[in-house]
């Protein structure tokens, strides 16, 4: 069956680093793109970027554009955030969720991940 | 971007009881493909989100048919015929024809 499962999350400074992994298994993760979704506490859902299959294209919603980068290793089935110069409005559950879309311009998110918390102290 | 507007915020059921939620978005969801990407999310406390309903009605995987789906355009339904206890809950719409993807604020289900 489909499993992500998300790591890397906890406490960090404002300002500093954080990388996110998110560990896929049960399905051919280089046919798939792949997203990362985030969850303020007690807050609505809010996107923050996708990868397409291969890593040849990725978009970013404008609250992240210029400080995360998403990533993935195909070999690892492994997909990645990588999130610099944290601010205290990035704390939140992020998730992990994969996309079925095989039209590049549009999401088919079909399975999610448990998520982990980011806690950004200032 | 597409702003998603969800109603209502909070949605008191008796069990065995239908249930409805509204979504319009601030611009036709229609792809040039012919198709809608018009999803609804169910989270239930303390748990990530699953998809319900992809592309205005189609169930997703193991979703019982008392969900279902319906709309067109810029307006958009959710109904649980009779509500369960397990079905407690926020649901969220979300769009997902062009990037950014965007959600709905979240309706709350609970039960009287």
């Known amino acids: 069956q489909v499993q992500l499962v998300e790591s890397g999350g906890g406490v960090v400074q404002s300002g500093r680093s954080l990388r996110l992994s998110c560990a896929a298994s049960?399905?051919?993760?280089?046919?798939?793109?792949m997203h990362w979704v985030r969850q303020a506490p007690g807050k609505g859902l809010e996107w923050v970027a996708v990868?397409?299959?291969?890593?040849?294209?990725?978009y970013y919603a404008d609250s992240v554009k210029g400080r995360f980068t998403i990533s993935r290793d195909n070999s690892k089935n492994t997909l990645y955030l990588q999130m610099n110069s944290l601010r205290a409005e990035d704390t939140a559950v992020y998730y992990c969720?994969?996309?079925?879309?095989?039209?590049?311009?549009?999401?088919?998110?079909?399975?999610w991940g448990q998520g982990t918390l980011v806690s950004v102290s200032s | 971007d597409i702003v998603m507007t969800q109603t209502p915020l909070s949605s008191p059921v008796t069990l065995g009881q239908p249930a409805s939620i509204s979504c319009r978005s601030s611009?036709?969801?229609?792809?040039?493909?012919?198709?809608?990407?018009l999803n609804w999310l169910q989270q239930r406390p303390g748990q990530p989100p699953r998809l319900l309903i992809y592309?205005?009605?189609n169930r997703f995987s193991g979703v019982p048919d008392r969900f279902s789906g319906s709309g067109a355009g810029t307006d958009f339904t959710l109904k649980i015929s009779r509500v369960e206890a397990e079905d407690v809950g926020v649901y969220y719409c979300?769009?997902?024809?062009?990037?950014?993807?965007?959600f709905g604020g979240g309706t709350k289900v609970e039960i009287k």
């Open positions: 969720a994969r996309d079925q879309a095989v039209i590049l311009e549009v999401a088919e998110v079909d399975y």
């Open positions: 049960g399905f051919t993760f280089s046919s798939y793109g």
């Open positions: 990868i397409w299959y291969d890593g040849s294209n990725k």
């Open positions: 611009q036709s969801l229609v792809h040039s493909d012919g198709n809608t990407y």
């Open positions: 592309k205005i009605s």
């Open positions: 979300m769009q997902a024809t062009q990037f950014p993807l965007t």
